[in-house]
């Protein structure tokens, strides 16, 4: 079992950053495959980016890539997701997963908000 936790949302003009960071609960960390996804109001949950266990191969979505950029720490147990140029529909809740595999996740964060405004 893995619980984790998100944090680090918030309010940013567009144009800032913000840095979001996901806690996670598991000895076995390292092990686990771990990814960012974000849901706007209204609409479906939508990948944003994610890592191998080792933290050597990434992938993004087209939408952030450039702007973002995921990372993990196996040392200290955490994910994080440093977002840059942040635009108006970069809005959303944000929760990261993880799996024992890429695009299989099976445990899932409570998410933190991001609101960019104008």
């Known amino acids: 079992q893995v619980q984790l936790a998100e944090s680090g949302g918030g309010l940013v003009q567009a144009g800032g950053s913000l840095r979001l960071s996901c806690a996670a609960s598991?000895?076995?960390?390292?092990?686990?495959?771990m990814g960012w996804f974000r849901q706007a109001p209204g609409k479906e949950r939508r990948f944003v980016a994610d890592i191998s266990w080792s933290g050597d191969s990434t992938y993004y979505a087209d939408s952030v890539k450039g702007r973002f950029t995921i990372s993990r720490d196996n040392a200290k147990n955490r994910m994080y997701l440093q977002m840059n140029s942040l635009k108006l529909e970069d809005t959303a809740v944000y929760y990261c997963a993880a799996g024992q595999k890429r695009s299989v996740y099976n445990y899932w964060g409570q998410g933190t908000q991001v609101t960019v405004s104008s």
């Open positions: 598991a000895r076995t960390f390292s092990t686990y495959a």
